[in-house]
């Protein structure tokens, strides 16, 4: 159990999205959650104008609402903002957005009222997942239309998954024994739009999936540097020092520890250095590493950040402050950073791939077909690791550089972040499959230039692919292989020993 605070660490989100454990909410938090709440009904009561709750929305702020119609104005804009279009989303998103929806309010500056807070948390720990289709969201005044598809199950509409069956919203919460809010109350409706939880729950797995991918690449690259009878001087901690870049220095040092001890290693006496992809590891994956910490950094901030607007404040009595939290450029950027760095890690799998197919100067049959000729051995998994870094070189142009205003130019600059974490996530999930693809071959070209000559610390990476992917031998089908090695690598389950 997972108690929420307001305070989310990324590996607290790990857990609630990825391996779904429980959460319940704090004392202190409910706390902050009626005290914004009893703000926003007092300066209801004062008569007010407060944009989004006695205002219409956008472009239409100027129009007063009549008390009597408050609760009707924020049904409204759920209804009337869910027009997604695409592939719902995986329920690991859904859950990352349910669960940054719901941390942004225990902010305490959002004006919901605690069983709003209750319905989402009951919503994650029960597993409803909303259906919420993929397109639509231009990044700013929050990702308006993927919420308003989270939010129409919490008003008993739109459609959700509960334990993988898709049913009408108000029937999947009664199955989990929960109950639809009977109604909306001032300012509820704008709150549950108005935030960034589908571009953060994006960007949150494709950071998380990337780490993964990253440490994958390190243990797959150290068996593929062996197995090549790579030149460990490259690895130096003098050459490093010499460019201090810190994630360089450090992958150079993750490498030295899995090399340490290998028969391998240095056993190629035709050249006096190596291709820059295993010569340049640390120059290559360093900012690599140095990315995803940076990501790391925009996460911890926005995941424990008040998006909506306006932000209802208990201080004075009650004070609603107009503004932009719900801009989504910070994280745009970041996806960007992601999604170059997560291309590159995939190019550079690649290459090892092709190295490993045609190391025939080092020792290696052609394409690791024991008797090439008949057999074509593992050729064709360059062609796919090829095919993946052609679309990652695609997806890897910026999004964040454009803008497209909306609502009759009222919000006349847009993020495009969702579009950015979008394509972060899919780079993230093409480079699982690229070092996937390295990883079967890395396989295969230690077997063939003796496994009994590893390192020891990369010993259990290599026994981990021997358990999912069969000896060097006659060509054969080895998608299952392919398959099992990439779901192990999304799993975290291949990674070298403490990184």
């Not at 300066?43 to 100027?62: I, K, M």
């Not at 308003?148 to 009664?174: C, D, K, M, Y």
């Not at 009650?318 to 910070?330: K, P, R, S, V, Y």
């Not at 064709?380 to 550089?401: D, F, G, I, R, S």
């Amino acid at each position: 159990m997972i108690e929420l605070d307001g305070h989310l660490t990324p590996q607290d989100a790990e857990a609630i999205v990825l391996r779904g454990a429980p959460v319940a909410l704090a004392p202190s938090a409910r706390a902050k959650v009626e005290a914004s709440h009893r703000a926003l009904q007092a300066l209801l009561a004062r008569g007010e104008p407060v944009y989004g709750v006695n205002t219409g929305f956008g472009a239409l702020s100027t129009v007063r609402i009549p008390d009597g119609e408050l609760g009707k104005l924020q049904r409204n804009i759920v209804l009337s903002h869910a027009a997604g279009v695409g592939t719902p989303l995986p329920d690991e998103a859904v859950r990352g957005m349910l669960l940054f929806r719901l941390n942004s309010f225990l902010q305490g500056a959002s004006g919901v009222r605690p069983a709003v807070v209750d319905l989402l948390l009951g919503m994650l720990n029960a597993g409803v997942h909303p259906l919420v289709p993929e397109q639509g969201s231009v990044g700013s005044s929050g990702d308006l239309v993927p919420l308003a598809h989270l939010a129409l199950p919490l008003l008993g509409e739109g459609r959700a998954r509960v334990r993988g069956e898709e049913l009408p919203g108000g029937e999947a919460l009664r199955r989990a024994g929960l109950a639809p809010l009977s109604e909306l109350a001032p300012k509820e409706g704008l709150a549950l739009l108005n935030g960034t939880a589908y571009m953060l729950a994006l960007l949150f797995l494709a950071w998380t999936y990337g780490w993964r991918a990253l440490r994958g690449s390190l243990g797959i690259a150290a068996l593929s540097f062996q197995a090549l009878r790579g030149r460990t001087e490259a690895l130096d901690g003098r050459i490093h020092a010499l460019r201090p870049h810190p994630g360089q220095a450090q992958v150079a040092s993750w490498l030295r520890e899995l090399l340490t001890g290998s028969a391998l290693a240095n056993s190629h006496r035709g050249d006096v250095q190596d291709p820059y992809s295993l010569r340049c590891l640390p120059q290559i994956l360093g900012p690599v590493v140095e990315a995803l910490w940076a990501v790391e950094g925009r996460l911890r901030v926005e995941m424990n950040a008040a998006t909506d607007n306006p932000l209802i404040l208990p201080d004075g009595g009650g004070t609603a402050l107009a503004g932009g939290n719900f801009h989504g450029e910070i994280l745009a950027f970041a996806g960007e950073w992601l999604a170059v760095a997560l291309a590159e890690l995939g190019a550079a799998s690649e290459r090892r791939l092709g190295l490993l197919l045609t190391g025939e100067a080092r020792g290696l049959p052609p394409f690791l077909a024991p008797q090439p000729g008949t057999n074509s051995g593992l050729m064709l998994l360059q062609y796919t690791a090829a095919a993946l870094a052609a679309e990652n070189k695609v997806l890897a142009h910026p999004a964040a550089t454009d803008s497209i205003p909306t609502s009759a130019g009222k919000e006349d600059h847009n993020s495009m972040g969702a579009t950015s974490a979008w394509k972060a996530l899919r780079i993230a999930e093409n480079a699982l499959s690229q070092v996937a693809l390295e990883g079967v071959a890395a396989r295969w070209a230690v077997a063939l230039a003796g496994e009994e000559d590893l390192a020891p610390a990369s010993r259990p990476i290599y026994e981990a692919l021997a358990a999912l992917v069969p000896p060097p031998g006659e060509d054969g089908y080895l998608g299952d292989a392919i398959a099992n090695v990439r779901a192990a690598l999304r799993e975290g389950r291949i990674s070298p020993h403490g990184l």
